[in-house]
């Protein structure tokens, strides 16, 4: 009598087994979309790596999806400031340059002078009529080293310097690197800022 076993007899073993040997549904899928994510991450270094909420809506802006291998200028704004007609020149260079890959990103702060103490509706409302702003604007800001917001302090540190007052601008290459800082006191209208900004576009 022959004891070999009969695999007619374990259909349900066997069925079983194979089940849990065969890849489960999703599951390839799932890890490939985590290393694609992984990987959109790795890219999204530098100033990339930050979400600022926009100034009205209050809602997240992903500098990763917005903005990655634009050329950037940001700039710590106010409204009452003896430099805010610097707005106009901003303005100027985002309408002449966007179609080259040119952004302006405006900050406002209140921190130098108390120079932005407007609600947020008040402070695009007077840069919409007074100067005609389109470029994007965020939430207020805080600039200076001490308790800076993150994007603020990736500015700071990687360039070596902090706003010292209100309208301190801040050259972003495509790679998202800062490249340059120029002061309050160098108009956006100037050659030497037209020079390079034009340098990177």
């Known amino acids: 009598m022959s004891h070999s076993p009969s695999f007619s007899k374990w259909p349900g073993i066997i069925?079983?087994?194979c089940l849990f040997l065969a890849p489960m549904p999703g599951v390839a899928d799932m890890n490939n979309n985590q290393q694609i994510t992984k990987g959109n991450e790795a890219t999204c270094n530098n100033i990339y790596q930050f979400s600022v909420p926009d100034l009205i809506t209050n809602q997240p802006v992903n500098f990763c999806d917005a903005f990655k291998g634009k050329v950037l200028i940001i700039v710590n704004t106010a409204s009452k400031c003896a430099f805010t007609g610097q707005y106009e020149g901003l303005e100027a260079l985002y309408k002449e340059y966007a179609d080259q890959g040119l952004v302006v990103l405006g900050f406002p702060s209140n921190q130098f002078?108390?120079?932005?103490?407007?609600?947020?509706?008040?402070?695009h409302n007077f840069c919409r009529v007074t100067y005609g702003v389109q470029f994007p604007m965020f939430a207020k800001s805080q600039v200076r080293k001490e308790g800076a917001d993150p994007i603020w302090k990736f500015l700071g540190e990687s360039s070596g310097t902090y706003p010292k007052w209100n309208f301190y601008k801040y050259l972003i290459n495509r790679q998202g690197e800062v490249v340059d800082v120029y002061s309050s006191f160098t108009s956006p209208d100037s050659m030497r800022f037209k020079r390079a900004v034009k340098a990177l576009l």
């Open 15 to 17: 069925t079983l087994a």
């Open 113 to 123: 002078g108390g120079q932005e103490p407007g609600r947020p509706e008040e402070i």
